[in-house]
């Protein structure tokens, strides 16, 4: 009777450990931030003539928090710190590379997915400056602790065991590029979009 207790309870203990966002059997994404210019570029039709005065951002700090994938007309809650997507991450502050960054892998149910969101907070990690964003362009060191949300637009097909979904930051680093004081950060990179 006590070696089928035992088994009873260690076969409870594994099915309850799974419940409540089981990750087993869903795909792994590899999540990369793709290639960028430091130098603003122009969209399709506009010259950077037109653009405001590029400052070339020459470094670039993330303090990422969490991430989400959602699906076409899938709303964020109002408080993104209590959404049901949300995908704790462990990243810490990142260096971002104009050759590409490699992120994370997670694990994501199969769907499409037509938006990514990152929450970029102060307190990712332990040990990090204490700053969401750090931005170095023409006008010097920009920093600010502001929670920012970067979303990302596309179509993303999870199918496979594994996929790799690279995020174009390009129009964010624009974004940046003309920010002249640390107050400027959240709303110049809410209120770009990057793509995938």
Known sequence: MGKYFCIFSLLSALTLGCAGGTTSGNPVVEVNLDTYSPVPTAKPGASIASMATPFNVSSLVMCFKRLRFKTENETTNGDPTQDDDNIDLELG??????????????????????RVEFDLEKDCADGTSGNS???????GLLTTDERITIKFEGIFTVDESSEILNLGIQNIINALDTATAGNELKNKAEGASGSF
């Open 93 to 114: 502050e990142v260096v971002l590379s104009p050759s590409g960054t490699s992120l994370t892998s997670v694990s994501v149910p199969k769907g499409i997915y037509t």
């Open 133 to 139: 964003l750090q931005v170095t362009n023409g006008s």
